[in-house]
């Protein structure tokens, strides 16, 4: 049974940084994509980043670039999400997902974790 669990969320000054961590069970992360998704109060889920395989190409949406960083530790069954330079709008809640496919959209994902909190004080 594949379980995805986040940890790393809370509260943080703007500014600062967080670095959200995804552990895997059951599936060996190298062998998939794995997405970092998040979705604010009223708002839609949105892709914030994908490290596909055998590739470990990197996708970023727009308004992280620069800032977030994800990563995979193989060693660990674990994908993380480095985020620096957290702003207001970067508040909301942060999953972990994986896909079986290559496309890093939230439709596309097969497996997701419970998520994680992330709020930013302006």
């Known amino acids: 049974q594949v379980q995805l669990v986040e940890t790393g969320g809370g509260l943080v000054q703007a500014g600062g940084s967080l670095r959200l961590s995804c552990a895997a069970s059951?599936?060996?992360?190298?062998?998939?994509?794995i997405g970092w998704f998040r979705q604010a109060p009223g708002k839609e889920r949105e892709g914030v980043s994908c490290?596909?395989?055998?590739?470990?190409?990197?996708y970023y949406t727009d308004s992280v670039k620069g800032r977030f960083t994800i990563s995979r530790d193989n060693a660990k069954n674990t994908v993380y999400l480095r985020m620096n330079s957290l702003k207001a709008e970067d508040t909301a809640d942060y999953y972990c997902?994986?896909?079986?496919?290559?496309?890093?959209?939230?439709?596309?994902?097969?497996?997701w974790g419970k998520g994680t909190l992330v709020t930013v004080s302006s």
């Open positions: 059951g599936v060996i992360v190298d062998y998939y994509l």
């Open positions: 490290i596909s395989t055998p590739s470990g190409r990197k």
């Open positions: 997902a994986l896909s079986y496919g290559d496309s890093c959209v939230s439709s596309g994902m097969d497996n």
